[in-house]
């Protein structure tokens, strides 16, 4: 299935149906009256999140949906029944968006949840509600309310425990397809990566879900490269792991860039989580392992994971940290939740 993450969709709302315009004409009822039923209610436009979903691609062959228009009403005080509404079934992590782009309409998060988009219109009154002491046999009814219309942008934001990220070719993708059951496509040339990849991951009784983001370069947020859309697959992350190349020369430059990039791109992920890796460890010798190790610790200030994706050096030791350290998030985040709860009237300060 091709990965598909934007785009664009028209929705339209149903117009109400018009009421009737009738009268009674029925054996020995000398003045019959108006009778003459309303019209039914146009469909609605939802949204809905479907959990089998991980995708956007459907609607790459459908962009256009319109909800049905409400039946007209009919003698005898007849109803018009409602128009059929119309959903539109997203995955989770999908944000809807106005024409512009910046006003959020809709935020879909959870399987399940489902969100009226567009309301449709109402039905017209037939003429048996006109009815009244001084207008015994009105003639006229309403005609049922227009349907609201809208053109509106869908864009997918993988929901993810951990995302990574890097320069192309830091070993992203090798890494994902050793921990996991995914099988990202991996060759010796920069952006085989083209769309996000998902993988699940579990160390010890803990299992996460890891985002392989494709590779940033410098100027990447004014659209170099793949440019830095799809760093909107990591905002929602808790946790950040920095793939850093180890074979090149300048592992601190190489960082840097990244780094920039991120910033660059605002939405807090700079303020996020970061555990730095550096990669293809098997390819050096330890003398320059621990060199460039302590060039990576003084930028990053931190100390960086050592790591072969390929021959497995390290990689349990590195599971287990990503595992202890989401731990560590999920308790800040549970502590964060429960301080912001009002306490009841009746508990002490």
Known sequence: ????????????AGDGGAGSVSFRREKFIEFGGPDGGDGGKGGDVWIECVDSLNTLIDFRYQQHFKAKTGQHGMGRNRSGASGEDVTLRVPPGTVVLA?????????ITEAGQRVL???GGNGGFGN?????????????????????E?????????IADIGLIGLPNAGKST???????????????????????LGVVRAGEKDFVIADIPGLIEGAHEGAGLGDRFLGHVERCRLLVHLVDGTEEDVAASYRTVRREIKAY???LEKKKEIVVLTKCDALDAETIAARSE??????????????????????????????ELTRVDDKEREAEEGDRPKPSWQPA
């Open 99 to 107: 024409e512009d782009q910046e006003t959020v309409l809709a935020e």
């Open 117 to 119: 988009l567009l309301k």
């Open 1 to 12: 299935m091709k990965f598909l993450d934007q785009c664009k969709v028209f929705v339209r």
């Open 295 to 324: 060039a990576l610790k003084a930028v990053a200030r931190k100390k960086p994971l050592q790591i072969s994706a390929v021959s497995g050096l390290g990689m349990k030791e590195a599971l287990y940290a990503l595992a202890r």
């Open 128 to 148: 048996a509600h006109f009815k009244g002491p001084s207008n015994q046999a009105p003639r006229h009814a309403n005609p049922g309310l227009v349907g609201q």
């Open 150 to 158: 809208l053109w509106v942008w869908l864009r997918l934001k993988l």
């Open 175 to 197: 890494l994902l397809a050793a921990v996991s059951a995914a099988r990202p496509k991996i060759a010796p040339y920069p952006f085989t990566t083209l769309h996000p990849n």
């Open 266 to 268: 605002g939405a807090d």
